[in-house]
Nanobody, 117 residues
């Protein structure tokens, strides 16, 4: 059974770069036909897909966030990471990593990130 766990700082200052890691267990991030993605949910808003990385390492980004977003992976650790640059208070949200294959499932438990000075 695949499980995902997000990790990273809960507080980031404006203009800094947010960095989160997703550790995957019970499955390999190099499995074909599967993508690994990041989704965030700001308070009171709908979830927003941020981007994903597939088995070959190809990345896909939400056009609205593409200029500030970078997703990479470490296959030796079975982890993938999210970097979001130039953060602002509007980037405050619960950030989730998830496995994508005909839908996003499962998701990690999520991690709260607050952008504040």
């Amino acid at each position: 059974q695949v499980q995902l766990q997000e990790s990273g700082p809960g507080l980031v200052k404006p203009s800094e770069t947010l960095s989160l890691t997703c550790t995957v267990s019970g499955g390999s991030i190099t499995t074909n036909s599967v993508v690994w993605g990041w989704i965030r949910q700001p308070p009171g808003k709908e979830p927003e897909w941020m981007g994903a990385i597939d088995a070959s390492g190809t990345t896909y980004y939400n056009p609205s966030l593409k200029s500030r977003t970078s997703i990479s992976r470490d296959t030796s650790k079975n982890q993938f990471t999210l970097q979001l640059s130039s953060v602002a208070p509007r980037d405050t949200a619960v950030y989730y990593c998830a496995r994508g294959s005909k839908g996003w499932c499962p998701w990690g438990q999520g991690t709260q990130v607050t952008v504040s000075s």
